[in-house]
């Protein structure tokens, strides 16, 4: 699933290509919605909110989330599309540009002062002006028995962070991902860096929590299961952590570095 910092990007693109321009097409391929019709009215903006993305055109906002396969494409009229069309949950184009969403997770259209109904639990978005690291130590630090590794992941603590920066986070403090959160050192601290490292990124499609864009050096645990660690040589360990079988992702750690 693709990690706030790239929903961002995707948001931004989004919003250059449409914001301030007149929908000459709404074609919304969901049966719930198939029936909307925004075209006609001038796109507001286009923003994310952790991992969720919000156009806002009139009274309305069409609310989408990539989910695992989803994602948004921008082309030039009559433009060929890269992936075909029965993918096609969304298309919203203006005169002069057409964007596609394809394979969302989620698509709906709702009243824009009832956006909380969809993004209201999300906790503070960690790409946004507005971010609150205050309200986000209250809320990762509310669980004191639950495990680091499923807190950072939570999107109603921090909405934006996802299994990339949770693997690294953890390697970068020095703590398993089981750990419990009432046992990590300063976890403002960790709350701190985790905003830096997005930030950093926010802006290259090449992530890097090591500082360095070099093939295999991208990550300290990251995908490098088996691979000696960057600082200790000890090879990558590749586990499983989550509240239940059906939402376990993989965790990467150093059981050297990481105690």
């Given at each position: 699933?693709?990690?706030?910092?790239?929903?961002?990007?995707?948001a931004r693109a989004l919003n250059e290509a449409l914001a301030g321009h007149v929908l000459e097409v709404c074609d919304l391929?969901?049966?719930?919605?198939?029936?909307?019709?925004?075209?006609?009215?001038?796109?507001?903006?286009?923003?994310?909110?952790?991992?969720?993305?919000?156009h806002r055109i009139g009274g309305m906002t069409i609310h989408s989330h990539l989910k695992m396969e989803g994602s948004w494409h921008l082309y030039l009229p009559g433009?060929?599309?890269?992936?075909?069309?029965?993918?096609?949950?969304?298309?919203?184009?203006?005169?002069?540009?057409?964007?596609?969403?394809?394979?969302?997770?989620?698509?709906?259209?709702?009243?824009?002062?009832?956006?909380?109904?969809?993004?209201?639990?999300?906790?503070?978005?960690?790409?946004?002006?507005?971010?609150?690291?205050?309200?986000?130590?209250?809320?990762?630090?509310?669980?004191?028995?639950?495990?680091?590794?499923?807190?950072?992941?939570?999107?109603?603590?921090?909405?934006?962070?996802?299994?990339?920066?949770?693997?690294?986070?953890?390697?970068?403090?020095?703590?398993?991902?089981?750990?419990?959160?009432?046992?990590?050192?300063?976890?403002?601290?960790?709350?701190?860096?985790?905003?830096?490292?997005?930030?950093?990124?926010?802006?290259?499609?090449?992530?890097?929590?090591?500082?360095?864009?070099?093939?295999?050096?991208?990550?300290?645990?990251?995908?490098?299961?088996?691979?000696?660690?960057?600082?200790?040589?000890?090879?990558?360990?590749?586990?499983?952590?989550?509240?239940?079988?059906?939402?376990?992702?993989?965790?990467?750690?150093?059981?050297?570095?990481?105690?």
């Open positions: 699933m693709p990690e706030g910092d790239t929903v961002y990007r995707s391929r969901v049966p719930a919605f198939a029936t909307v019709d925004l075209s006609g009215q001038t796109v507001d903006e286009v923003v994310s909110v952790g991992k969720h993305i919000l433009s060929p599309w890269r992936r075909p069309a029965w993918q096609a949950r969304a298309v919203l184009a203006t005169s002069e540009r057409v964007t596609v969403g394809f394979s969302l997770g989620v698509l709906e259209v709702v009243p824009r002062e009832r956006e909380d109904e969809v993004i209201g639990h999300l906790g503070p978005d960690i790409l946004s002006p507005a971010w609150d690291p205050a309200e986000a130590l209250r809320r990762l630090t509310a669980d004191p028995a639950r495990p680091i590794g499923l807190a950072l992941l939570d999107q109603r603590v921090i909405a934006g962070l996802g299994n990339v920066y949770r693997n690294e986070l953890c390697f970068l403090r020095g703590v398993l991902p089981t750990r419990p959160v009432g046992e990590v050192a300063d976890p403002a601290g960790m709350i701190e860096l985790a905003h830096r490292l997005v930030l950093a990124n926010r802006d290259r499609t090449e992530r890097t929590t090591t500082g360095d864009l070099r093939r295999g050096r991208q990550s300290y645990v990251q995908r490098r299961e088996g691979k000696p660690c960057l600082r200790c040589g000890t090879p990558i360990t590749l586990g499983a952590l989550g509240d239940s079988e059906l939402t376990e992702r993989q965790v990467y750690y150093c059981p050297v570095c990481q105690r």
